[in-house]
């Protein structure tokens, strides 16, 4: 069973800054491409950012510049770097990995992910 544990979260006010980081605790599962979601009460699950093995990144329009995903394979973690947060930020935060390399579009869509964590709270306030 691939574990993933998602830690970073909090509240903060606009502008502020959070960093979540996502532990894949399965030494023997390679997850070839990493995906941060997030889900507001109400609303669907969306693709906020992804990255696969060779560094290749993508972002959901909304926080493109804000922002930024990485990883560390040898520790198999990955972060996602939020800055200037606004309150539509507001979700609860998900990372989630698949064995795969994904392309176009399909990176930020969550059904095409095998594993996920329980997520963490991000808020932030105006």
């Known amino acids: 069973q691939v574990q993933l544990a998602e830690s970073g979260g909090g509240s903060v006010q606009s502008g502020g800054s959070l960093r979540l980081s996502c532990v894949v605790s399965?030494?023997?599962?390679?997850?070839?491409?990493v995906g941060w979601f997030r889900q507001a009460p109400g609303k669907e699950r969306e693709g906020v950012a992804t990255?696969?093995?060779?560094?290749?990144?993508s972002y959901t329009d909304s926080v493109k510049g804000r922002f930024t995903i990485s990883q560390d394979n040898a520790q198999k973690t990955a972060y996602l770097q939020m800055n200037s947060l606004k309150p539509e930020d507001t979700a609860m935060y998900f990372c989630?990995?698949?064995?795969?390399?994904?392309?176009?579009?399909?990176?930020?869509?969550?059904?095409?992910?095998?594993?996920w964590g329980q997520g963490t709270q991000v808020t932030v306030s105006s």
């Open positions: 990255i696969d093995d060779r560094g290749l990144t």
């Open positions: 399965r030494h023997t599962y390679n997850p070839i491409t």
């Open positions: 989630a990995v698949h064995s795969a390399r994904l392309y176009g579009s399909g990176r930020l869509l969550p059904q095409y992910y095998d594993y």
